[in-house]
């Protein structure tokens, strides 16, 4: 059974920093491309960052030069370093393969995380 779990979210102060995890289960994050997304109160869901099965890192303007993704394929799981916060980067993020991944037709996602940053 396919299973992310999103942590690490929390409140910060502007200029703070998160770390998040995202540990996958029925699925190999080695074999596939990932990303962290984020939906923010009345916005669509967007992909700040990912990381290709080759290991090439694009991020989203909004976010390139303060965020960091990486993985560990042994571990199955992916993170996303966070630094440099403001108000603008609170949302709920949630990781998913990109494109995401769909079962029986649908777009699956975990339950994500929330991150609250304080100004």
């Known amino acids: 059974q396919v299973q992310l779990v999103e942590s690490g979210g929390g409140l910060v102060r502007t200029g703070g920093s998160l770390r998040l995890s995202c540990e996958g289960t029925?699925?190999?994050?080695?074999?596939?491309?990932m990303g962290w997304y984020r939906q923010a109160p009345g916005q669509q869901r967007e992909l700040v960052a990912s990381i290709t099965v080759g290991g090439t890192l694009v991020y989203g303007d909004s976010v390139k030069g303060r965020f960091t993704i990486s993985k560990d394929n042994f571990r199955n799981t992916l993170y996303l370093q966070m630094n440099g916060l403001t108000p603008d980067d609170t949302a709920i993020y949630y990781c998913?393969?990109?494109?995401?991944?769909?079962?029986?037709?649908?777009?699956?996602w975990g339950q994500g995380t929330q991150v609250t940053v304080s100004s």
């Open positions: 029925g699925m190999r994050f080695n074999l596939n491309d």
């Open positions: 998913n393969e990109v494109p995401a991944l769909r079962i029986d037709g649908r777009e699956y």
